[in-house]
């Protein structure tokens, strides 16, 4: 049986790198104004925090394993995960594809950011 072929339910036993346990994300809402491109701009400026955006929306997106991910990549507190995880549904996960393939914008620091926000907003530094 191919990668590609597994099994939804069989997923999370025979992925080796637990990526949907290594980040967090949340959304931020539609990204309109000047103002609201800053405060993302502060965001981004921290520590593994970068931003997204998909068909669903934006995202904030934070890097950071879960401190319960085993070293063989399996829940500490699988019978009291967070009811977070108990919904997250795997049909489709990072396992099938890079979550990546699907942002229509991916800015990975404060530069990034900045540089679309000047195209986007022509008097941006005005």
Request: proline letters at 6%; charged letters at 10%; hydrophobic letters at 25%.
């Given at each position: 049986m191919s990668e590609?072929?597994?099994?939804?339910?069989?997923k999370c036993s025979r992925c080796l790198g637990s990526?949907?346990?290594?980040?967090?994300t949340e959304a931020l809402g539609p990204l309109r104004s000047k103002a609201d491109f800053d405060h993302v701009l502060w965001q981004i400026s921290h520590e593994d925090v970068e931003v997204y955006r998909d068909s669903s929306g934006w995202?904030?997106?934070v890097r950071?394993?879960?401190?319960?991910?085993q070293p063989g990549g399996a829940c500490?507190?699988?019978?009291?995960?967070?009811q977070v995880c108990r919904d997250y549904k795997n049909d489709w996960c990072e396992f099938d594809e890079p979550a990546e393939k699907h942002f229509s914008h991916h800015f990975r620091?404060?530069?990034e950011l900045l540089a679309y926000c000047r195209k986007r907003f022509k008097r941006w530094d005005g």
């Open positions: 590609t072929s597994i099994p939804a339910a069989n990526t949907c346990c290594t980040y967090t995202y904030l997106l950071g394993r879960c401190e319960h991910l500490g507190i699988y019978e009291q995960r967070p620091n404060y530069a």
